[in-house]
């Protein structure tokens, strides 16, 4: 199973902000801290904001933090979230599809995958806040 670059980028833009959850963050440190897209960070965070996972403050000293806290955002939830779909393969198109064995071992498969998602929060990815936290400061190299 692959997830898209969206789905990586929204798990990134939530463990940031996990592991910085006494203040406000900005689009820019966050795609600095990742050298990833600001264009593309932003819409995102903005889906992000739109589906209560972030809640976004305007202005000079405003930024983006977390909507609620880390034990309650489902790292699956936000999965099925940012995914269009979860077609592994395009059965539909497939003269085989209805005698076929693959379709159900696959749909079978996504289920087991999404199972150990959803029983996961970013709370237990952020077990470890400190040392993440620690990775995201700008090194004096």
Do not use: W
């Not at 006494?22 to 990742?34: F, G, H, T």
């Not at 099925?80 to 209805?98: S, W």
Request: net charge neutral; hydrophobic share 45%.
């Amino acid at each position: 199973m692959r997830l898209t670059r969206y789905t990586d980028y929204a798990m990134r833009v939530l463990l940031y902000l996990g592991a910085r959850e006494d203040r406000l963050c900005s689009i820019a440190e966050i795609a600095q801290a990742y050298d990833i897209s600001q264009n593309h960070l932003m819409k995102v965070v903005s889906d992000l904001v739109n589906a209560g996972y972030l809640v976004s403050v305007r202005g000079r000293f405003g930024g983006v933090r977390l909507a609620r806290p880390p034990a309650e955002i489902n790292v699956g939830a936000v999965v099925r979230h940012t995914e269009d779909g979860f077609d592994l393969v395009d059965c539909g198109n497939c003269i085989i599809a209805p005698a076929c064995g693959l379709t159900g071992a696959l749909h079978q498969a996504l289920a087991a995958f999404m199972k150990v998602l959803d029983g996961y929060t970013l709370e237990n990815l952020l077990a470890r806040r400190v040392d993440l936290a620690r990775l995201f400061e700008p090194s004096d190299a």
